[in-house]
Structure formats: structure tokens, C-alpha cells
């Protein structure tokens, strides 16, 4: 397998490289592999369709089954829990009985959403997905109407979002869960950005958390887990799906438009926002907050490259997993750098 088409981007969420590297060596010059076969055996998959799509958070092969698109997507039991799982399934399907236009689950044999199989490689956790048909799109692509369409998007699944059972809501991983995960990987040798979680952890416990403002968000509405066609804006992947404020989902969606920085004054922010508020209010004093946010977003992404780079160089693999880790190790490097540039020691 070349990787050619392997996600190789500085993701929100990664998987463990290690892992990663195991299962790319069961692919094969067609793209199947065995794990990927024994895992989907209980949904029937038409034969010799089945064929790797990408891997980052979790492992995607898309397949046919009576002649009709899925996709299968599993993770390592060390990187998603079955329970969690099962509650990101119960969310996507609630929305789909809704009518928000997402990537539903396909029950297998007795009716479960979520496989789990035990093979030479580990315990992994499956399910199977319904292709949307449409297509993505790249930031640089959007005119002002279609960022009020991705705000409105957004404003339409919060809305959704509500309804939804505590239960299944409260089962959900939360901010102050992701701030602790993260202090568990940020390295003590790095003091500015440990500072930086500090601030944050201060910064975010003042925050507001009425309902009104604060519930289940999907935590990666970005552009590549969106799909558009006649219909309108399809959605994909809610396996990060966290209790935050609605305000944090609007910055971790946006966060490819300030790369450079955050400007309030941005045309396609302002576009996004009034697409929002077609849907649903957006408190003037969260709103403010976005660059608080688009901070978070970089730290949680820092701490999870952290944890899934578990690689050295003494392991042997292939050219695109090396150009994987000196990519995220570029990006680590710059994000440290751009904290120790505004940090001096003693700061409190």
C-alpha cells in the first residue's frame, strides 16, 4: 500500500501512529485487508469490494453491499471505547429520525450498531455507515452564500442537538475532560504551553453553562466532514461529539479561516454567524469568546498528536509515515514556539 491516500494532516484527532502503521501493512494493492474483512463479515459486503478509504482517528474502507455504498469505519479498543461508541450511535440515529441529513448507522445481525471482533492485530470496534451522496468542498472554494449555509448547517444540528436525551448527552465526554487529557500529554519541559492549558482552564471555568449556551456539539464541523449537494449540507463523522458551549463548535468549524489569526471583523465569519442565527440565538458574550476557543482547538490538537506520536525512529516503515511525522513534528514545533514567544518564565 502506497498511502497515497492517507489522511496525512495535522489532525484534531489521531490514532496512535503505531497502530496505524500495523494495520496499513494488511492492506494490499487493492486496497482490502483482512482485519477490515473479518470485522464487516456480519454485514455481507458484496465481494471484492472492499477497499481502504483513509485512516486518522479511526480506520475507513468503503464497501458495496447489494450493490449500494457504505463505508465500515473501526478503531482499536485502546482508542475508542465500545460504550462510547454505542452513545455516538445512538446520537447519529436520534438526528436521523429528526430529519437532519446525516450518515446513518447500519444495524447488523441482531440489530446492534457497533461490532466488536477479536483478531491477531487486537479488539476492534466497527460500524458501518450510509455513503452521502454530494461533495466537499475546500475553504478557499466558498462564496459568502455558502458560509451562511455552513453556519445555518450548524445552527440546524445544535437545534437537533437539544433534543436528544440527557441521558445520551451526559454520557459524553466533556471540556474538563478534554483539559485533563490533555495535561496528562503536555510535556513538563514545556512550560508555556502547560501555561497555556492553565489560562484556559481559568479562562473557560467562568464561562457560562445554561442550556441555552451549553449542550452536545458535534466538535468537528469543519469542511471535510461535510458533504454538499441539492439537499443541502449532509454530515459526517460525530465520534468526538463532547459537551462544550455551542460557541466552541462554531471556532473548531472555522478554524482553517484564522489560521494567521483571529479577526471578528472577517466577512465569511460575519457571513457564518448570520447563517447560524437564521437556526438558533448565539449569546453576544460567548461570541466573543471564539478566540478563547480557537486556542482550545490548538491545545487539544497539540495533546493528541502528542499521545499518537509513539513512534521512533528505529521502527522500521514507510516513506509516507516518515513524511507524516516530520509534518506533525514541524507542526508541534511551530505550536510550542508561537507559546514560548508570548510566555516568560515565572509567568503566573
Known amino acids: 500500500m502506497t498511502g497515497t491516500a492517507r489522511s496525512a494532516t495535522y489532525a484534531r484527532s489521531m490514532m496512535k501512529l503505531s497502530t ?3 494495520i496499513d501493512a494488511t492492506v494490499d494493492d487493492k486496497g482490502g485487508s483482512p482485519v477490515a474483512e473479518q470485522i464487516l463479515g456480519s ?4 465481494a471484492g469490494s472492499i477497499k481502504f478509504f483513509r485512516s486518522s482517528a479511526n480506520f475507513v474502507f468503503r464497501f458495496r453491499r447489494a450493490g449500494v455504498p457504505y463505508f465500515l469505519r473501526f478503531a482499536h479498543s485502546s482508542e475508542r471505547r465500545r460504550d462510547d461508541i454505542d452513545t455516538e450511535m445512538s446520537v447519529v440515529a436520534s438526528l436521523d429520525r429528526q430529519g437532519v441529513r446525516v450518515a446513518a448507522p447500519l444495524p447488523g445481525p441482531g440489530g446492534r450498531f457497533v461490532t466488536t471482533a477479536e483478531t491477531e492485530f487486537g479488539t476492534f470496534h466497527g460500524v458501518v455507515l450510509v455513503a452521502l451522496q454530494g461533495r466537499t468542498l475546500d475553504i478557499d472554494e466558498l462564496i459568502p ?3 451562511h449555509a455552513w453556519g445555518a ?3 440546524r444540528l445544535h437545534r437537533g442537538m437539544t433534543m436528544l436525551p440527557t441521558e445520551t448527552v451526559s454520557a459524553r465526554r466533556s471540556w474538563q475532560d478534554d483539559l485533563a487529557f490533555a495535561a496528562v500529554y503536555i510535556p513538563h519541559d514545556r512550560p508555556a504551553v502547560r501555561y497555556e492549558l ?19 456539539i458535534h466538535f468537528d464541523f469543519e469542511l471535510d466532514n461535510l458533504v454538499w449537494d441539492e439537499a443541502g449540507l449532509g454530515v459526517l463523522d460525530f465520534d468526538d461529539c463532547a459537551r462544550y458551549w455551542y460557541a466552541a463548535d462554531i471556532a473548531f468549524a472555522l478554524g482553517d479561516l484564522f489560521e494567521r489569526g483571529y479577526d471578528p471583523r472577517n466577512r465569511s465569519l460575519q457571513e457564518f454567524l448570520r447563517g447560524y442565527e437564521t437556526e438558533r440565538p448565539l449569546d453576544s458574550d460567548l461570541a466573543a469568546a471564539l478566540p478563547t476557543f480557537l486556542r482550545l482547538a490548538d491545545l487539544l490538537r497539540y495533546a493528541r498528536v502528542r499521545r499518537a506520536a509513539d513512534l521512533s525512529d528505529s521502527v522500521p516503515q514507510p516513506q509516507w509515515m516518515l513524511e507524516l511525522r516530520r509534518k506533525l513534528a514541524s507542526r508541534l514545533g511551530s505550536y510550542e514556539a508561537s507559546l514560548a514567544a508570548k510566555w516568560r518564565p515565572g509567568q503566573r
Do not use: C, T, Y
Open 43 to 46: 454485514w455481507e459486503p458484496d
Open 20 to 22: 496505524m502503521l500495523r
Open 153 to 155: 448547517g450548524l445552527g
Open 145 to 147: 452564500p455558502q458560509f
Open 198 to 216: 492553565e489560562q484556559l482552564s481559568r479562562q473557560l471555568s467562568i464561562l457560562p453553562v445554561e442550556l441555552e449556551h451549553f449542550g452536545l
